[in-house]
């Protein structure tokens, strides 16, 4: 059971806005440990879209961003594209069993065109 | 350009063990600032991490799988492995390799690249 909570799905028309929030705990994103994104194309592997909570690897659009507070962080995705219809993915880090930490991930979101 | 390759039985039967390979192409699995990590994401659902490996073969494992999980490095072949022991149909998944940085950065680190991932399926 992962202990990064994500919607289920969200959806929006081509060139809306649409946010995905990543819900965890003071054991990972709440004491300080940095969040990353995925970007999970059908029949494909992750792939890395947003590192150390608000930085896009080179050849990422700006029209991807991320943020963090708190216990949280989200992925926004502005201007909406058909090519953006994929599942994303949270990942933090977990310290919570005691002297050994986790690598997890979020339960997951598939974003919908519509 | 990093690459990298999974490998091996697509098909386990229960209580036997996993084993599958990484190849790691475009550069070297000996590099001082990188790990090399193992997850894995049953059908329809979502990404678990396995477990890690440094060149010099120091581990570090999810606390859930750690007693039936093994992996090791040949630095000769640019490759790194799994091996899941006693594996039943709850360890039907795709297995992806990736890398990642340092354990010293553990609580910071990210996972690129991926490889494209291996579909693996326990039953008899």
């Known amino acids: 059971q992962s202990v990064l909570t994500q919607p289920p799905s969200v959806s929006g028309a081509p060139g809306q806005r649409v946010t995905i929030s990543c819900t965890g705990s003071s054991s990972n994103i709440g004491a300080g440990y940095d969040v990353h994104w995925y970007q999970q194309l059908p029949g494909t592997a992750p792939k890395l879209l947003i590192y150390?909570?608000?930085n896009r690897p080179s050849g990422v659009p700006d029209r991807f961003s991320g943020s963090k507070s708190g216990t949280s962080a989200s992925l926004a995705i502005t201007g909406l594209q058909a090519e953006d219809e994929a599942d994303y993915y949270c990942?933090?880090?977990?310290?919570?069993?005691?002297?050994?930490?986790?690598?997890?991930f979020g339960t997951g979101t598939k974003v919908t065109v519509l | 350009q990093l690459q990298l390759q999974e490998s091996g039985p697509g098909l386990v039967k229960p209580s036997e063990t996993l084993s599958l390979t990484c190849t790691v192409s475009?550069?070297?699995?000996?590099?001082?600032?990188?790990?090399w990590g193992w997850i894995r994401q049953p059908p329809g659902k979502g990404l678990e991490w396995i477990g890690s490996?440094?060149?010099?073969?120091?581990?570090y494992y999810n606390p859930s799988l750690k007693s039936r999980v093994t992996i090791s490095v040949d630095t000769s072949k640019n490759q790194f492995s799994l091996k899941l022991s006693s594996v039943t149909a709850a360890d039907t998944a795709v297995y992806y390799c990736?890398?990642?940085?340092?354990?010293?950065?553990?609580?910071?680190?990210?996972?690129?690249?991926w490889g494209q991932g291996t579909l693996v399926t326990v039953s008899s």
């Open positions: 990942q933090s880090y977990d310290s919570s069993l005691s002297g050994s930490g986790v690598y997890v």
């Open positions: 490996i440094y060149y010099s073969g120091s581990t």
């Open positions: 990736a890398r990642h940085r340092s354990r010293l950065a553990a609580p910071y680190n990210w996972f690129d690249p």
């Open positions: 475009g550069g070297s699995i000996s590099s001082s600032s990188y790990y």
């Open positions: 150390g909570n608000s």
